[in-house]
């Protein structure tokens, strides 16, 4: 069984936001090392192999999320990922012409649309979901209510970060394709932690960060395109590409993935944190984090004023627990004094006008982790330290 022991993250913490940046336990950053060793040791070997080994990492990578390998490619994280989709879609929208998003979206994803398409004419919508968030039938329909005659693409993300909402993803895809609308999704939530299947979610591009929730190194991460898009995903940063081809498995592979010399161990790591997945009983251990997510905001939502930030109740199936806090509350107050005062990392922030609790539960978090979140939030709120 994982515990909090498998990790380097420090006991002085009650460290509930795995959802921002991840943590990666020893043993994968054992792995890493072994890579980068391998690298010292005999940097020329290494780089005349490494072809093959990325073949090989891309091949695991892609069976896990069901796809071929030259459908994906390694990049470091999903940021990047965002910025190839809106660079290549951009050459194909007419001034006038809109990419329907919504108001829950992550800030760097949305700057990268304005700098690649915005800048150029089109429009972003950013169709409001209100807070508390819809129950997702009603959730379809507003986002698709956001649709008119000049929507030509759709970007959302699989689960919202300011709020940790998962959106009807494979729905709307389904009716974007139906209306010849593009669709990008932001994953950078999902791998590890919620099904990912894309030879049937039905989008066109679809990005995602392994170092979230399948806790593999920072800067590992993959972009995924159908096979009708890889010609038209161009590299932002120019390297030798396709002119020198590096891999069996075509264009997209080439330009987006051999960036001239740089750090793959990353990468690298992935295959052998999958099996660590797998060797730790994945499922079991995403159902005690389930569990434990519920009780949680449970136990938030029977503090007085603080409720959940779905209309429906919390979705059963994240390790993202959000709720909204009293009306009143001084998010910044309440973080720093949290941190400060009980040294507790937890997202609390105002979204929209709404103020949020986001905490994460993953195989490093404890029920008396909860506890004590539940606790501290308790007596801030009682001693009136919000008002
Ligand atoms: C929905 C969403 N998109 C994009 C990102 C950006 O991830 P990265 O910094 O790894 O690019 C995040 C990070 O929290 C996120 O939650």
Known sequence: ?????????????????????????????????????????????????????????????????????????????????VNVAAHAIAQLLQPGDEILSNDHEYGACNRAWNAHAVSKGAIYVQQHIPIPVPNSSDLLELLWSGV??????????HITSPTGVQLPVAELCKRARENDIITIVDGSHSPGHIPLDLSTLGC???????????????????????????????????????????????????????????????????????????????????????????????????IGGVRSISVAG??????????????????DAMKTWLYDERCIEVVVHRWLDAPILRFSVHAHTSESDIRALVGAVQEYLDNGISA
């Open 204 to 302: 066109d591009i679809y990005t995602a960060n392994c170092h979230k929730w399948m806790c593999t190194p920072k800067g590992s991460a993959f972009l995924w395109a159908r096979d009708q898009w890889l010609e038209r995903m161009k590299p932002l940063v120019v390297s030798w590409g396709s002119d020198i081809p590096t891999t069996k498995d075509g264009y997209f592979v080439d330009e987006q993935e051999f960036l001239g010399t740089r750090d793959h161990s990353p990468f690298l790591t992935v295959p052998y944190a999958i099996e660590w997945m797998r060797r730790n009983s994945w499922e079991s251990v995403q159902n005690r984090c389930r569990e434990l997510t519920q009780q949680g905001v449970k136990m938030l939502c029977s």
């Open 314 to 331: 919390q979705d059963p199936l994240l390790q993202l627990g959000t709720v909204m806090l009293p009306d009143n509350t001084d998010t």
């Open 148 to 157: 008119t005659p000049k929507t030509r693409v759709l970007f959302l993300s």
């Open 1 to 81: 069984m994982i515990t909090r022991q498998d990790y380097l993250l420090r006991e002085d913490i009650t460290f509930l936001n795995h959802g921002s940046f991840g943590a990666c336990p020893k043993e994968l950053l054992q792995e890493q090392r072994r890579w980068i060793e391998q690298l010292e040791q005999q940097p020329v070997l290494y780089f005349r192999e490494l072809m093959h080994q990325m073949q090989k990492a891309r091949t695991v990578l892609a069976d896990y999320v069901g796809t071929k390998a030259s459908n994906l490619v390694y990049i470091t994280n999903s940021t990047f990922g």
